[in-house]
């Protein structure tokens, strides 16, 4: 089983719609969680870091559950730009593990 | 701006090659950087932890003989892959945290493509 595992999609949305990923993770010792976009044949780059109580920057929301160990985005009026491979992450004792990636692309 | 600088950002070369990638932070001091290795369509996989001043770590079934890490100084890391062959064609990428703490988001390189012919 994968430590951190999401459902790699395509997910294909039309512009304008909230679309929703989620992931769980294995190791109960992960102690910080991130979203990352990752564009085609590009470096992953930091989308947001994911906190217990929830935070929200823009049109993004992320979400923690420790209890289930479930992490969510949710992605609100989505945009063509945001078309991308979404990254769950997880870390521990210094490492980050990535999921598999979300594919996203978004339509006119 | 970038935070991480990685070179070469491409690379091709024949089969038995030895190739060196460099990862460097940029104003920052890293005592650890991260090596991972992307093949297409899949995530990434942490290879290696690059430790200033002493021997890397590596992840279960990373040959430390065969993908060489050198951190010899505060800012700059290198993973030498020795004797490349085919099979070694990937995405490889460093990180490093700006904060010190590895625990805190990463900041990435911008990658290097290899390909061995």
């Known amino acids: 089983r994968k430590e951190v595992e999401q459902d790699p999609g395509p997910f294909n949305v039309p512009e304008g719609a909230t679309v929703a990923f989620n992931c769980t993770y294995s190791n109960s010792a992960s102690q910080s969680f991130f979203w990352y976009r990752q564009d085609c044949r590009k470096e992953p780059k930091l989308l947001m870091s994911v906190y217990s109580s929830g935070n929200e920057d823009g049109r993004f929301t992320a979400q923690l559950n420790r209890a289930s160990q479930y992490i969510s985005l949710l992605i609100r009026d989505s945009k063509l730009s945001d078309s991308a491979t979404y990254l769950c992450v997880g870390g521990y004792t210094g490492k980050l593990i990535f999921g598999q990636g979300t594919t996203l692309q978004v339509k006119p | 701006g970038a935070v991480v600088s990685q070179h070469p950002s491409r690379v091709i070369c024949k089969s038995g090659t030895s190739v060196k990638i460099e990862c460097r932070s940029l104003?920052?001091?890293?005592?650890?950087m991260f090596w991972y290795r992307q093949f297409p369509k899949q995530s990434l996989m942490l290879m290696a932890t690059s430790n200033e001043g002493s021997k890397a770590t590596y992840e279960q079934g990373v040959e430390k003989d065969k993908f060489l890490i050198n951190h010899a100084s505060l800012t700059l890391s290198t993973l030498t892959v020795t004797s490349a062959h085919p099979e070694d064609s990937s995405f490889y990428i460093c990180?490093?945290?700006?904060?010190?703490?590895?625990?805190?988001?990463?900041?990435f390189g911008d990658g290097t493509r290899l390909s061995i012919l």
């Open positions: 104003d920052f001091q890293a005592t650890t």
């Open positions: 990180s490093a945290s700006q904060l010190g703490d590895s625990n805190q988001p990463q900041h």
